[in-house]
Each structure stands twice: as structure tokens, then as C-alpha cells.
């Protein structure tokens, strides 16, 4: 099974809930390793589990012996369980989401917004209108000044998701930053 099925997508959910953590340092998949071994007695390497959080780039398809292990973790007899019982739950289909930040609605044309993210990344964006904005400061990221984008929000620990990103004569694209940790802070200038 693909590492981004909705079922592994859905299970990393769990865990990060059942250990009332998310996965986003190295630290933090040593922890579950441990966590792991402690309440089942199995070992399952940091490096596998980062694998499938998509922290570290490598197989793309999940063993059934690694996700048996997994489910076994938060309760289930194997991977076949939890699947029967994600097939029963009705609390997966949407989450929403609220937090420190801006939405572009609540913007006035010339306002400015600052956001930086990990490692030691930051942009400051000029509201445009009609949810564009332009790069008008930018430090140690991929965005240059000048750039332009859409955008509909920039919320604190979510990731910042740009459309029509367009940089000089190339194409537009669309662009994530902060996709692991989310933007570590978002301030209305």
C-alpha cells in the first residue's frame, strides 16, 4: 500500500494522537521507536517510521508487517482490524482547523503580512487583492522579491500552500512551504 493511502495518511493521525504528539523532528520518531518497544516489545526504527511520515524520502508503498506493528501499537490485533474498524468510524472525513494567522479576507490592499518557517526561512508578502500577493522581503527561502501568488490564509503551524506562483519568466507553479512543521510564525505588519 502507497504511503499516502488515506488508511496510512489516517493511521500517522492516530499515533500522533495516541502519544499526544506530531512527528516533526528526529526526535520525536526516536521517541515513537521507543514508545514502540515499550508497549509491545518489537523493534521498529526511527528511520522506517520516518520513511512513512514522509520525513526522509524512500519507499514509497508501506510493508504490511510495518503496519500491522503500527495498528498492534494503538490496539488492533493487525493492520486487517484497524482497517475494519477505520471502515466504521465516521469522525475522518473533514477536520477543521483554527489558528493564529491571517485570512485573506480580513486583508486590505497594500497590508503587509511577515511568516517564517523552519529552518530559518522569512518572507514578508504586500496584499495585492483578490487573494494575490507579491514578495517584498525574502531571507534564505526559494521565493524572491517580486514574486507574485494567490493565496487564501497563512495560519501558524499549518503549511503555507501558494497557487500561480510566478517567478520571473517561467511558468506559474504552485508551492508549499513549511510542509513538515507549518509556518512558525504569522504577523500582520
Request: charged content about 20%; hydrophobic content about 40%; some cysteine.
Amino acid at each position: 500500500m502507497t504511503k499516502n493511502a488515506p488508511e496510512i495518511l489516517q493511521l500517522r493521525l492516530d499515533i500522533e494522537h495516541n502519544i499526544s504528539r506530531r512527528m516533526l523532528t528526529p526526535y520525536d520518531f526516536e521517541f515513537l521507536a521507543g514508545a514502540i518497544w515499550e508497549r509491545l516489545h518489537e523493534n521498529l526504527s526511527p528511520t522506517t517510521l520516518k520513511r512513512l511520515w514522509g520525513y526522509i524520502d524512500g519507499a514509497d508503498t508501506a510493508r504490511h508487517t510495518t503496519l500491522s506493528l503500527l495498528a498492534q501499537f494503538l490496539g488492533f490485533q493487525d493492520w486487517e482490524a484497524y482497517l475494519a474498524d477505520l471502515s466504521t468510524r465516521t469522525d475522518i472525513e473533514s477536520q477543521d482547523f483554527m489558528g493564529d494567522g491571517v485570512h485573506t479576507s480580513d486583508l486590505a490592499v497594500g497590508q503587509r503580512v511577515e511568516v517564517t518557517w523552519l529552518p530559518n526561512r522569512k518572507c514578508v508578502f504586500r496584499y495585492l487583492g483578490d487573494s494575490r500577493f507579491e514578495v517584498i522581503e525574502a531571507a534564505n527561502a526559494k521565493l524572491k522579491v517580486g514574486n507574485q501568488f494567490t493565496c487564501s490564509y497563512f495560519f501558524k503551524g499549518q503549511p503555507m500552500y501558494l497557487d500561480n506562483l510566478v517567478q520571473g519568466t517561467n511558468p506559474p507553479v504552485s508551492y508549499v512551504a513549511g510542509s513538515k512543521t507549518g509556518l512558525t510564525d504569522v504577523t500582520l505588519l
